[in-house]
């Protein structure tokens, strides 16, 4: 899809939302990032960000506004950290966040500050061309190129007095954040299936590739049997942070294991062909290869070892 595809796309489901986590259908909400993942990563990368902030603001006790597009802009890197400030009698709030999908094609932001403590804005990003910039020089690769991710610079970008959701630290601290954090584990799920697909529908009969096929399809129904085992937890727990991030960790984990496994085993066993000649599976492949990596690996690892109960 075309960034003007994508937006496109998503507005004309705003009235169609997937259900909120932890309400009782959150196996459903799963089921709906996959179909996303599965049409197209970059849609699905843009939608999943939408729908989180759908379900942020509710558990803030907001709606969304009507007919809008949100992001959420969370990323922290060192020397890049936002400040809110009164600049005379306006808030303010000024400085540079890396990793913006969505730039300068999403209406509202929610979007994290540091200085003076840590918080979440409700940014209105709407005719803002003075004091809100939008640079994507630094993104090098063609993957996901449409949905716009760079870094936007906030020059006292003037803010709403009530745009502070929750307290210092609610952001992170909610169990939703972990609830939300299985929701780019179903779209990884869902852009690997599409590439199973692929290869279903180009089949070869020689062992080697018959035998791959079989760990692809294996690999595609451990992560359906996760999601939705993970989706029905979750309804039945929605309050406990400490084991939505155990089951979170866990999910993304299993996830972005056995998408790697496809992505090997598909180059494995189709060779470089639609990896340099078939657009669609080719672009799918390496954009699932970079999403892969909003895990965090071992270090993910490290943290869910360190977050087991002790027996």
């Known amino acids: 899809m075309t960034s003007a595809e994508i937006i496109r796309k998503?507005?004309?489901?705003?009235?169609?939302?997937?259900?909120?986590?932890?309400?009782g259908q959150t196996a459903m909400r799963h089921a709906k990032f996959w179909a996303a993942g599965a049409e197209d990563l970059s849609f699905a990368r843009i939608a999943e960000a939408h729908w989180d902030a759908v379900a942020i603001l509710s558990e803030s006790g907001r709606q969304p506004k009507s007919g809008a597009l949100y992001g959420v802009w969370a990323s922290e890197s060192p020397g890049h950290a936002l400040r809110m400030q009164?600049?005379?009698?306006?808030?303010?709030?000024?400085?540079?966040k890396m990793f913006c999908s969505g730039a300068g094609l999403v209406d509202y932001a929610l979007v994290t500050v540091t200085v003076p403590e840590k918080l979440l804005l409700e940014v209105d990003l709407r005719g803002a061309d003075d004091s809100v910039g939008y640079d994507y020089s630094a993104w090098a690769t063609p993957a996901f190129q449409e949905t716009h991710t760079g870094s936007v610079t906030f020059t006292a970008h003037p803010i709403d007095e009530h745009a502070v959701l929750g307290k210092a630290g609610w952001y992170l601290d909610r169990?939703?954040?972990?609830h939300s954090a299985c929701g780019p584990a179903a779209c990884w799920a869902g852009g690997a299936e599409a590439i199973v697909q692929y290869a279903r529908a180009n089949p070869r009969a020689d062992a080697h590739t018959l035998a791959h096929l079989g760990a692809m399809h294996s690999s595609v129904w451990t992560m359906r049997t996760c999601?939705?085992?993970a989706g029905r937890e979750i309804d039945a727990t929605p309050g406990d942070s400490a084991l939505a991030q155990v089951r979170a960790l866990t999910v993304r984990h299993v996830v972005e294991q056995q998408c790697t496994d496809i992505l090997r085993r598909f180059a494995r066993a189709y060779g470089p062909f639609p990896l340099s000649m078939a657009a669609d599976v080719s672009r799918r492949y390496h954009e699932l290869d970079l999403y892969l990596r909003q895990s965090h690996a071992e270090r993910d690892l490290e943290l869910l070892g360190s977050r087991l109960p002790r027996k």
């Open 10 to 23: 998503l507005r004309s489901q705003l009235g169609e939302p997937p259900p909120l986590p932890g309400h």
């Open 86 to 96: 009164m600049d005379g009698d306006a808030l303010t709030i000024c400085g540079t």
């Open 175 to 178: 169990p939703g954040f972990w």
């Open 227 to 229: 999601l939705e085992a």
